[in-house]
């Protein structure tokens, strides 16, 4: 280009493009330039259970301090609780958090702790339910009996879309002495009826054992457990009364130098060795229970646990054991059972470790 004053070719060399506004704002259209911030479902551990359930706080600072997530759901707490289950990408929303259950182990998640008075009533269709029954007796409605329903279903279908489920799920009683016997393991002989007085004759030792033939626990209002704990009463003094009661497990009386509590965790094995004047001690006399931690069950006890745990596919369970003559005689599984009790008086934390253990190789297992 030419000078503009000499008319002579310009020596300077031409000035670059100037970048055009359409070229800057074309960026906002560019794929390239966009980063997906949205939340992501985060894998966890989740856990259903009661707010009094304490066994579940060291295990989940234990998974913390591994890195991994946990999330919690109390049956008492249901009120205020948000949930969302999308089963075809395996998610849940739960008060406002995306996640993805790698393991759900259910324990304590008992639908009658569930208060339905707590619940707002228009977000039942009245005229469904009938209008909405007063706090005081909301438990005896329709629309409480729907509440529990549905809050039971829905535990179930979070356990079914999680990578592993720990359920509470177990044999009654009888079967799990017949289970044992099949299996080899020695076994009392217990028999379940609404009219102890008549089975009396049924068994040789002086002494039986009157137990629920389901839980221990009962709760006719939400939040007040009633105990229905083992009783130990002499053959003679079994009552009859002029209409059947409610079915109950009648076991005859084994003669023992000790009892054991033994926890499967996982595989691992953790043995109690547990000392108590009756067997409502647990429960009714806590300060009168002698607990002495093993370093491992005797050889013929973790056999019989092990074989008992596969027989039931369980990944979890709180078996009772007594010694007699030297032989294990199986009583019976809890897959939900407690340990924190036989930890604290031994001021040791074994099941806790193991209980983290297995729900970390649970959740990696599923990822």
Not at 38 to 49: E, F, K, Q
Not at 62 to 77: C, H, M, Q, V
Not at 178 to 200: E, K, M, N
């Amino acid at each position: 280009m030419p000078d503009r004053l000499t008319g002579e070719p310009s020596s300077r060399p031409p000035r670059p493009p100037r970048p055009s506004r359409s070229q800057f704002l074309a960026q906002l259209d560019d794929p390239a330039r966009t980063l997906d911030a949205r939340p992501r479902p985060a894998p966890c551990v989740l856990l259903l259970s009661r707010a009094c359930d304490t066994d579940l706080d060291p295990v989940r600072n234990l998974l913390a301090g591994a890195g991994i997530r946990t999330a919690r759901l109390n049956a008492e707490e249901l009120a205020a609780t948000s949930l969302t289950i999308a089963p075809e990408g395996g998610t849940v929303r739960l008060n406002g958090r995306e996640l993805i259950p790698t393991v759900t182990w259910i324990r304590h998640f008992a639908p009658t702790a569930l208060d339905p008075g707590a619940f707002d009533p228009t977000v039942l269709d009245p005229t469904a339910l009938g209008p909405a029954a007063p706090v005081a007796d909301a438990a005896g409605t329709p629309r409480g009996a729907f509440l529990r329903d549905s809050w039971q279903a829905a535990a179930a279908q979070l356990a079914a879309i999680s990578g592993t489920a720990v359920r509470p799920d177990r044999p009654g009683v009888l079967c799990q002495l017949d289970l044992a016997r099949r299996c080899g393991v020695a076994a009392p002989r217990a028999v379940l009826t609404t009219d102890p007085y008549l089975v009396r004759d049924e068994f040789d030792g002086p002494r039986v054992v009157v137990k629920a033939a389901g839980h221990h626990f009962v709760e006719p209002v939400p939040g007040r457990l009633h105990g229905i704990f083992p009783t130990v009463l002499d053959r003679a003094d079994l009552a009859g009364g002029p209409r059947p009661g409610p079915p109950v497990i009648v076991q005859e009386y084994v003669e023992h130098e000790a009892e054991l509590r033994v926890y499967f965790v996982g595989g691992q094995l953790h043995a109690f060795e547990v000392t108590k004047t009756g067997p409502a001690d647990p429960w009714t006399a806590p300060d009168r229970l002698g607990v002495r931690a093993l370093p491992s069950p005797p050889p013929s006890v973790a056999a019989a646990t092990r074989t008992l745990a596969a027989a039931m596919s369980l990944r979890y369970g709180a078996f009772d054991f007594l010694l007699s003559a030297g032989t294990p005689v199986f009583l019976e599984v809890n897959p939900d059972g407690d340990w924190r009790w036989a930890e604290r008086r031994t001021r040791t934390t074994p099941v806790t470790l193991a209980v983290a253990a297995m729900l970390a190789a649970l959740h990696r297992a599923a990822l």
